[in-house]
């Protein structure tokens, strides 16, 4: 296997077998997951639930929970790889997990066990590949040809979306014309035709180390002296925010009983990131003297990235309900016989591969000639806002639907495009961000840290849906006059608005940096 550099300025020729991959891993993805609602709520698997909301709400439930876990395995496909195996192996392994799980849904249609067994392992495998194929496409390019690779990424979100478009158009015609096991076991194929497209690519990938040897003055340990280390005459106050973070941590657990492992976990996640992170952050210049300039600027620069991560998670919050709520919205619109509500989903990637090149083509261009530069991080702020824009447009047509007013399928296209604009504006330039900002020797953690956005995202939304079991709170929902979907679907736009308003703020005082590797 190569580990030469890119090359002086040209396009690295092993990057159409990560594309490659990429397009029909996104297909095996998307194509099951788009079906998913759909399948949940029509099958035996939850016949002890009574039709109508509650099953409904069960089959959300699990979407959103394995969404977490599919983003929170990022976590360990990052810590595997930077540590022990390098991108490349860890990519391969866990695909071979990936297909495993496929098979299990394609297998176990009938069977809760098996089926929940195979979401799981997909979950495991595309979570434990996800922060590493895009931070392993990065690799292969250097200071060089840099500017080939913000070209890379966008035609990397746009080849996503390609796969997903079919995904999203076929599935749905598979699952109810052919069945679960057809339905399921297409991706399963495809999935596996990913791994063998990035196999044959081995002897000419770039490879960068993982960092085997412990690093005195990597993240972890300069975090963990900022917080330990004692300054005369100073207190400890980070020091007590991270024991509280760690308290309320624990504490969390004690919501299984009514809310559930996954949120108990999240929840307890959330605290403890903000309580180490926070407290570090008050105390980092204690770090200083035991550990170099450098680690101690890096370990600022990280922190101050997860800021923008965590100030992104509303946005996915409101992107993933398009596979639930939306879907859930469109079984009860008027569409023709042939058509499947999950099919609308087709539309967001199709819009994607248009709006990529019309922003790199026609808009940015445009916007720059009248003197306003669309930075990464103003484009992420204007595309939080847009998706709360197109919530408020999908709660207004949920309260026509609520009124008896037949509605037509037709009508999501609006929300969709507004939805699908502000995902290019913060899905697509995130990617980006988040490799260019990390440090060298933590850009496979910080990728995942990326990834936890859309865990964290998904949160919500189950806590939303945990909220609106309550009859104390439904009753209240009702003195507004407003159906209970409607309210929620308001309240996301609220959520995203505000945090569109916030990100803005902070986004004015962060300071970019470039953390591509040095070429040779």
Known sequence: ????????????????????NEACERFSFYGMRNIL??????????????????????????????????????LLGGWLSDRFFGKYNTILWFSLVYCAGHACLALFEDNRAGFF????????????????????????FDRTNKHLARVVFDAFYWIINFG?????????????????????????????VATLVFWLGRKRYV?????????QHAFSRVIRTALLAQAPGQGRAGLWLAWIGVALAVASFGLMPSLGFVISFCVALVVLLAGVGGGAWMQLERARGVHPDEAVDGARSVLRVLVIFALTTPFFSLFDQKASTWVIQGNEMTKPEWFVSSQMQALNPALVMILIPFNNLVLYPALR????????????????????????????????????????????????????????????????FAYSQAPAAMKGVVMSFWNLTTTIGNLWVLLAN?????????????????S?????????????????????????????????????
């Open 1 to 20: 296997m190569s580990t030469t550099t890119a090359g002086q300025g040209r396009m690295p020729r092993q990057i159409p077998f990560i594309i490659g």
């Open 207 to 215: 490879l960068v180390p993982p960092q085997r040897v412990v690093d």
């Open 484 to 520: 209970t979907t409607a309210f929620q679907m308001f309240f996301f736009a609220v959520f995203a608005l505000v945090a569109a308003l916030v990100f803005g703020m902070y986004a004015r005082s962060y300071r970019m940096v470039d953390n591509y590797r040095a070429a040779a």
């Open 369 to 432: 000639r009248f003197g306003w530069e669309p930075t990464a991080l103003r484009r992420m702020t204007a595309g939080i806002a847009f998706s709360g824009l197109a919530w408020i447009v999908i709660g207004g047509i949920q309260v026509v639907m609520d009124g008896g007013e037949p509605m037509s399928i037709v009508w999501q296209v609006l929300p969709y495009a507004l939805l699908t604009f502000g995902e290019v504006l913060v899905s697509a330039t995130g990617l980006e």
């Open 466 to 482: 945990a909220a609106v079991r309550n009859d104390t709170v439904t009753g209240s929902i009702a003195t507004t006059g407003l």
């Open 37 to 74: 609602v759909q399948f949940l709520i029509t099958s035996t698997l939850l016949q002890h639930i009574m039709a109508g909301q509650e099953r409904e709400l069960a089959a959300k439930d699990l979407m959103h929970s394995f969404m977490i876990g599919v983003y929170f395995f990022p």
């Open 164 to 192: 997903s478009l079919f995904a999203s158009l076929l599935m749905p015609l598979f699952l109810k014309n052919f069945g679960p096991s057809v339905a399921f076991g297409i991706p399963g194929l495809l999935m596996f």
């Open 117 to 140: 067994t195979g979401l799981g392992l997909i979950a495991l495998g595309a979570g434990g590949i996800k922060p590493l194929v895009a931070s392993f496409m990065g690799d292969q």
